[in-house]
T-cell receptor, first 110, second 112 residues
Framework: GEDVEQSLFLSVREGDSSVINCTYT??????LYWYKQEPGAGLQLLTY?????DMKQDQRLTVLLNKKDKHLSLRIADTQTGDSAIYFC??????????FGSGTRLQVQP | SAVISQKPSRDICQRGTSLTIQCQVD?????MFWYRQQPGQSLTLIAT?????????ESGFVIDKFPISRPNLTFSTLTVSNMSPEDSSIYLC?????????FGQGTRLTVV
């Protein structure tokens, strides 16, 4: 079945860039997503990218997709303490439920 | 886009009892999904709920434990039956839009 993997933890200093990585196995994935979950809160969709794109930028967020290697990354520029959260990578085809990665806990140190 | 109202937002329940979680969508959708997020874990799909047919359950989840109703295209319920502390999780409903999935705010369940 589909599988999505992420590293579990990332620590950065405030003002630095954060890069969270994700790999997936399903070559039929149409959409790839990044969700943010703050403590005690629900899932917030940050951004998504179509599989026929290789980059998408949205303010401080840059998503890079290497479809050949099935590798997705999320770069957060000028990381702030408010960015501390768990970030989930997910993939889908639009015809079934999403498959989520295990989540990467981002810790931003002042 | 779709707006999902899920309730209750949280509950504390006694073991052996059942809780029904409701999910209301502001537009008609074909497929609705129920996920579970155990403490410190990622989201795991429980089942897919289609209107007019039985829900399709993922491996490890059974209808007797997690009965699902889907009476129309805007509403679904998930019941967590005969609860034990291991059922303490966040339960989320979701619908699939054309380009993104929409999630309810989740139901945080604690079983004592």
């Amino acid at each position: 079945g589909e599988d999505v993997e992420q590293s579990l933890f990332l620590s950065v200093r405030e003002g630095d860039s954060s890069v969270i990585n994700c790999t997936y196995t399903d070559s039929s994935s149409t959409y790839l997503y990044w969700y943010k979950q703050e403590p005690g809160a629900g899932l917030q969709l940050l951004t998504y990218i179509f599989s026929n794109m290789d980059m998408k930028q949205d303010q401080r967020l840059t998503v890079l997709l290497n479809k050949k290697d099935k590798h997705l990354s999320l770069r957060i520029a000028d990381t702030q303490t408010g960015d501390s959260a768990i970030y989930f990578c997910a993939e889908g085809t639009g015809r079934r439920a999403l498959t989520f990665g295990s989540g990467t806990r981002l810790q931003v140190q002042p | 886009s779709a707006v999902i109202s899920q309730k209750p937002s949280r509950d504390i329940c006694q073991r052996g009892t059942s809780l029904t979680i409701q999910c209301q969508v502001d537009s008609q959708v074909t497929m609705m999904f129920w996920y579970r997020q155990q403490p410190g874990q990622s989201l795991t799909l429980i089942a897919t709920a289609n209107q007019g047919s039985e829900a399709t359950y993922e491996s490890g989840f059974v209808i007797d434990k997690f009965p699902i109703s889907r009476p129309n295209l805007t509403f679904s319920t998930l019941t967590v039956s005969n609860m034990s502390p291991e059922d303490s999780s966040i339960y989320l409903c979701s619908v699939d839009g054309n380009t993104e999935a929409f999630f309810g705010q989740g139901t945080r369940l604690t079983v004592v």
